[in-house]
């Protein structure tokens, strides 16, 4: 299985500030089969990012997915009190499909 | 707009089964997998099982492979969740998601249920 390992844990911001969050795979990620979901508490994860890189419909500017391989990040900038969740990342590349433990970010 | 609606959680006791279903409107059901994720209390995410989008191959993850199976009403747009020999680490919010792929497989989820709570406990 290809685990995923995301950090920090926790990230305390301000409102404006840029968030860089992490994601590592155990072994390469091929097509770069990246998600990444922003869940907010006693919602259900809301799709941001497919492809490591590319936005779902109606995701604002504000996100941006990068990396490729073993190595990817969401950065998100000019925080907002609305970007406090927990951040998750996916890849689906190999089955079993596989999730990191998330980054909290708080606001 | 797309809507997915879970139902049928609740309190079970160990060894029991319960069958959770996942009401779909919006969207063509029957072009689209559509899988199961579940998350343990306070915990991440967890993906379960995917149905192709004709019902044909299902996947399982390894913690509920020979105790649990999915099936499909395409013609009710409706998803289902059967899940026997229960155990309580079985307990958890049980999301169905949609897969994004037309006709085929993309593995990643587009669209979420609010989410079935099922208590596994004696």
């Known amino acids: 299985d290809i685990v995923l390992t995301q950090s920090p844990g926790t990230l305390s911001l301000s409102p404006g500030d840029r968030a860089t969050l992490s994601c590592r795979a155990s072994q390469y990620v091929q097509n770069n089969y990246l998600a990444w979901y922003q869940q907010k508490p006693g919602q259900s994860p809301r799709l941001l990012i497919s492809a490591a890189s590319t936005r779902a419909t109606g995701i604002s500017d504000r996100f941006n997915g990068s990396g490729s391989g073993t190595d990817f990040a969401l950065t998100i900038t000019r925080l907002e009190p609305e970007d406090s969740a927990v951040y998750y990342c996916q890849q689906y590349d190999i089955s079993p499909l596989t999730f990191g433990g998330g980054t909290k970010v708080e606001i | 707009q797309v809507q997915l609606v879970e139902s049928g959680g609740g309190v079970v006791q160990p060894g029991r089964s319960l069958r959770l279903s996942c009401a779909a409107s919006g969207f063509n059901l029957s072009g689209h997998a559509m899988h199961w994720v579940r998350q343990a209390p306070g915990q991440g995410l967890e993906w379960v099982a995917v149905?192709?989008?004709?019902?044909?191959?299902?996947f399982y993850g390894a913690s509920v492979k020979g105790r649990f199976s999915v099936s499909r009403d395409n013609s009710k747009n409706t998803l289902y969740l059967q899940m026997d020999s229960l155990r309580t680490e079985d307990t958890a919010r049980y999301f169905c998601?949609?897969?994004?792929?037309?006709?085929?497989?993309?593995?990643?989820?587009?669209?979420w249920g609010q989410g079935a709570l099922v208590t596994v406990s004696s």
């Open positions: 998601a949609r897969d994004p792929g037309w006709l085929r497989y993309s593995d990643y989820f587009d669209y």
């Open positions: 149905m192709s989008f004709d019902g044909s191959n299902n």
